[in-house]
């Protein structure tokens, strides 16, 4: 996806629409170091990549995130709201805000958390293990180069813009084995897995939490991911775009990278659009 975002040009667009774009690798993931003390949780990484874009001379900038690094982005956008001029998402339930017994909600709320629950006791096995016994499972992926891409593999075919038949159908077998070979030449599957386990340590949202950075959501395929609008907004009110992807699934960047990356520049360009108002 990156070069429909840095060189826009090359693909038909306007060279002024292109943008930085910096792609950290999170603590624990591929090619960054392995957290040494305990804890390591969303919350402590966000405040390292604030770090990195300060650095890097970028004391405000956007972020699109999806999956853990939406989690990471969203609590960055709770904790530093000054820092981030707009958060785009494909995951806009993550993190997700705070409901009890007593909180009222709409219907499609209702509805929306007893999919979630539904998807969770027939796909959040792995979730539950890591989150429980995270090194049990590392022993057995970081020894296993076969046993590393059936894990990692599945999640590709299952949580994609599903053809039944075959995976490939979406995505190649370098993108798939290079995806599989970063973790396993690296070794870290198990540093990255225990953000599962290491979430029992993050301060997650409040009731009184709201973060009034401009959100950004495109829903994809995955019914677990698409929350409805009322329940996004209990975090972050400001939503200047909600729209369909109307294809692809969790792994969109990489299914659809042009589509996406078309979305990304509208949000943008609309949160500018708003600043200069």
Same mark, same amino acid.
């Given at each position: ?110 509805? +929306? ?82 953000? +599962? ?33 009322? +329940? ?46």
């Amino acid at each position: 996806m990156i070069p429909f975002l840095t060189d826009p040009e090359s693909f038909g667009g306007s060279p002024e629409a292109s943008f930085d774009v910096i792609i950290p690798s999170i603590p624990g993931h591929g090619f960054s170091d392995i957290p040494k003390e305990g804890h390591f949780e969303d919350r402590k990484a966000g405040q390292i990549l604030l770090k990195l874009m300060k650095r890097l001379g970028y004391d405000q900038f956007g972020i699109h995130g999806y999956d853990l690094g939406a989690s990471i982005a969203g609590l960055l956008c709770l904790d530093h709201p000054d820092n981030v001029i707009g958060y785009h998402t494909t995951s806009p339930g993550n993190p997700s805000p705070l409901i009890t017994d007593e909180t009222p909600m709409s219907t499609a709320e209702t509805e +929306y958390l007893a999919l979630c629950k539904r998807w969770y006791a027939k796909e959040g096995g792995y979730a539950h293990s890591l989150g429980t016994k995270p090194q049990t499972y590392a022993y057995g992926l970081n020894d296993s180069p076969v046993g590393l891409a059936a894990f990692i593999i599945e999640k590709w075919h299952l949580w994609s813009m599903q053809n039944e038949e075959d995976t490939h159908y979406h995505f190649d077998l370098d993108t798939l084995l290079t995806n599989v070979s970063i973790y396993w030449f690296t070794e870290t599957i198990n540093s990255s897995n225990r953000f +599962y386990y290491e979430g029992h340590y993050t301060q997650w949202p409040n009731k009184f939490d709201r973060s009034f950075v401009p959100l950004g959501v495109l829903l994809t395929s995955q019914a677990h991911e698409r929350p409805p609008k009322e +329940y996004v907004e209990r975090l972050f009110p400001k939503i200047l775009r909600w729209e369909e992807l109307n294809t692809g699934g969790h792994f969109a960047a990489a299914e659809c990278p042009a589509l996406l990356a078309s979305h990304i520049r509208a949000f943008f360009s609309t949160v500018t659009d708003t600043t200069k108002e």
